[in-house]
């Protein structure tokens, strides 16, 4: 099985800053990696997917980069609405595996 | 708009068995792959099994392998999950999420609340 590995555990930031999520996976999986986010008591929301696209709807500060083992989301300049926990997923084998997840929170 | 609703979730002793339904509605549900992602109580994401849209293609994590089925009924717009053998590490809330492909989660539910213990 694929392990993802992200990092840092939590990111202590302000509004209007940048933030950057690392995941890294045990073998490649190409460009076959998700960001997901969660707001506390909500299901996942999917935000990128093939590592780099946005979802329709997501906004702009948020992108995705990287292939093969490492991965960044970066949101370009955090909103009040961005505080959360992120995870990445890979597709590319089975079983389908998540991160353990990155909270970002106000600083 | 899509709506995925679980329910069947509740409290069951060890050893015990419980039946998950999703049901599906706001898009063709056989045209979609069907997954059911468990979250434990404070704790991240893990994935349980997969359903492909026509049901000939499934999969399940080794942690419930054996104790867990997953079917569908495409015309009923309807998930299932069978979870026999229960543990208490299965104790989650468990979410179905649905996708136009076997890779991402598109759209997810609210989650239904199994808890095991005696």
């Known amino acids: 099985e694929i392990v993802l590995t992200q990092s840092p555990a939590t990111l202590s930031l302000s509004p209007g800053e940048r933030a950057t999520l690392s995941c890294r996976a045990s073998?490649?999986?190409?460009?076959?990696l998700a960001w997901y986010q969660q707001k506390p008591g909500q299901a996942p929301r999917l935000l990128i997917y093939?590592?780099?696209n946005r979802v329709t709807g997501i906004p702009a500060r948020f992108s995705g980069s990287g292939s093969g083992t490492d991965f960044t989301l970066t949101i370009s300049s955090l909103e009040p609405e961005d505080f959360a926990v992120y995870y990445c997923?890979?597709?590319?084998?089975?079983?389908?595996?998540f991160g353990q997840g990155t909270k970002v929170e106000i600083k | 708009q899509v709506q995925l609703v679980e329910s069947g979730g509740g409290l069951v002793k060890p050893g015990g068995s419980l039946r998950l339904s999703c049901a599906a509605s706001?898009?063709?549900?056989?045209?979609?792959?069907m997954t059911w992602i468990r979250q434990a109580p404070g704790k991240g994401l893990e994935w349980v099994s997969y359903?492909?849209?026509?049901?000939?293609?499934?999969y399940y994590a080794d942690s419930v392998k054996g104790r867990f089925t997953i079917s569908r009924d495409n015309a009923e717009n309807s998930l299932y999950l069978q979870m026999n053998s229960l543990r208490a590490e299965d104790t989650a809330l468990y979410y179905c999420?649905?996708?136009?492909?076997?890779?991402?989660?598109?759209?997810w539910g609210q989650g239904t609340l199994v808890t095991v213990s005696s």
């Open positions: 073998q490649s999986v190409s460009s076959d």
């Open positions: 359903i492909s849209n026509g049901g000939s293609t499934i």
């Open positions: 997923q890979q597709c590319s084998n089975w079983p389908r595996t």
């Open positions: 093939n590592a780099s």
């Open positions: 706001g898009f063709t549900f056989s045209d979609y792959y």
């Open positions: 999420a649905s996708g136009p492909n076997p890779y991402y989660f598109d759209y």
